[in-house]
């Protein structure tokens, strides 16, 4: 088993769809995350989870829904997306939501979106 | 201003030469360094992390640190095909927000 694995690994959908992306962790994290990373521009973060409970909401539409089950778990709910949310969405995982001490973030090999 | 800048790409180097990728980022407080690098399809993989003001070396990797520059590069020595890839500095403040540059993709030539 990898680190952090993402599914589905490729998606496309109708702008008036309801997809799930899936992400699960076997490192015995603390917190977890959301990025999206389109052509051309740095990773964005979107959320942050630290022992279930989101900490951070990076001003995200709310056709993006997150929810954490339990730590080793992480969802990204898609709902009526646009074309311009047609990116690679990565998840990742880190010992402990203080980056600055725990280090690095795992990521898993991202669910590339296509919204037509 | 960006948060976090990295030189534009992208970069060519021949094989075994020295290639050279800098950063600069915008918030002093800023405790925590890393280059992470992603090859083309695949997600982003930890190569350095830095904290303190000076050099690490791991192989044929550097990390450079200067905070009161705030500047962080990554030099990698005997460039190899096998190194081209993007590479993307990440910079961590004290609040602990995660903030990564645009990347700067690197292109070794046999």
């Known amino acids: 088993e990898t680190g952090v694995t993402q599914t589905p690994r490729h998606l496309v959908m109708g702008m008036t769809n309801k997809k799930s992306l899936k992400c699960e962790q076997h490192?015995?994290?603390?917190?977890m995350y959301w990025y999206k990373q389109s052509a051309k521009k740095p990773l964005e973060l979107m959320f942050v989870?630290?022992?279930?409970?989101?900490?951070e909401n990076n001003s995200v539409p709310s056709r993006f829904s997150p929810e954490c089950p339990n730590s080793s778990h992480l969802f990204l709910h898609l709902h009526t997306l646009q074309p311009e949310d047609s990116a690679l969405y990565l998840c990742?995982?880190?010992?402990?939501?203080?980056?600055?001490?725990?280090?690095?973030?795992?990521f898993g090999e991202g669910s590339r979106l296509t919204v037509l | 201003q960006k948060e976090v800048e990295q030189n534009s790409g992208p970069l060519s180097v021949p094989e075994g030469a020295i290639a050279s990728l800098n950063c600069t980022y915008s918030?002093?407080?800023?405790?925590?360094f890393f280059w992470y690098r992603q090859y083309s399809g695949k997600s982003p993989e930890l190569i350095m992390s830095?904290?303190?003001?000076g050099d690490k070396e791991d192989g044929r990797f550097t990390a450079q640190l200067n905070k009161a520059s705030q500047y962080v590069s990554l030099l990698i020595r005997d460039s190899q095909p096998s190194d081209s890839a993007t590479y993307l500095c990440a910079v961590i403040a004290a609040a602990g927000k995660s903030t990564f540059g645009d990347g700067t993709t690197l292109t070794v030539k046999p």
């Open positions: 830095i904290y303190s003001n």
């Open positions: 918030d002093r407080g800023s405790q925590s």
């Open positions: 490192l015995g994290h603390n917190a």
């Open positions: 990742a995982s880190s010992q402990d939501i203080r980056l600055a001490l725990s280090g690095e973030l795992f």
């Open positions: 989870y630290s022992l279930e409970e989101r900490v």
